[in-house]
């Protein structure tokens, strides 16, 4: 009597449904752990991203100045100054800049396709201690002047009127 150890049933190569139902879920596991990782290194990346191009043209801001002798205005064109000679009053300060001071495919964008915001200070109203100029991205949300700025945008409280310094800075001796 011979025993026939191979099954009645032989199987010629083919997946079984049980089979190919599991290599998708491990491919759907895979593809899941990806995206979950790669989505925040993206924004991360985009926030850095940011940063570079803020501190990048503050250099070439520093430099415009260094040549020039003062931060281009809005007269100037503001950031647009770095990147095309002004038409300056005076013809000596026009020979004196030496731009362009950002490489000419610079797109003065953040990663978010927001233009970078450039606020020369005010020389009436100017302190001593205050800035020259505030440089910042908008950030991801496009809206300025909230936490997700990046570069020198600060929340100020401004001082409406001179009657609410005044109040501001009144103190009350118990004496009316």
């Known amino acids: 009597m ?32 990806v995206v979950v990782n790669l989505i925040p290194q993206q924004e991360g990346a985009e926030r850095n ?11 070439s801001l520093d ?9 281009p205005t809005e007269e100037d064109g503001g950031l647009l100054a770095l990147l095309k000679k002004p038409e300056y009053e005076n ?17 003065l964008t953040d990663p ?12 009436e109203f100017k302190q001593p201690e205050d800035p020259d100029y505030r440089l910042y991205s908008m950030g991801p949300n496009g809206i300025g002047g909230d936490e997700d700025d990046i570069g020198d945008k600060e929340n100020e409280e401004e001082v409406e009127s ?15």
Do not use: C, H, M
Request: cysteine-free; hydrophobic content about 40%; aromatic content about 8%.
């Open 162 to 176: 001179l009657e609410e310094l005044g109040e501001a800075g009144d103190t009350t001796t118990g004496n009316e």
């Open 49 to 59: 991203t940011a940063k570079i191009l803020v501190d990048n043209v503050r250099s």
């Open 112 to 123: 978010w396709g927001n233009q970078l915001v450039y606020e020369p200070a005010d020389p």
């Open 63 to 71: 430099t415009y100045r260094l040549n020039i002798g003062r931060y």
């Open 91 to 107: 013809e000596r300060l026009g020979a004196k800049w030496s731009g362009p001071y950002v490489k000419k495919d610079t797109a």
């Open 2 to 33: 011979k025993i026939n150890l191979k099954s009645s049933k032989s199987r010629k190569g083919a997946f079984t449904l049980i089979e190919i139902l599991l290599v998708l879920v491990i491919i759907g596991l895979v593809a899941t752990a």
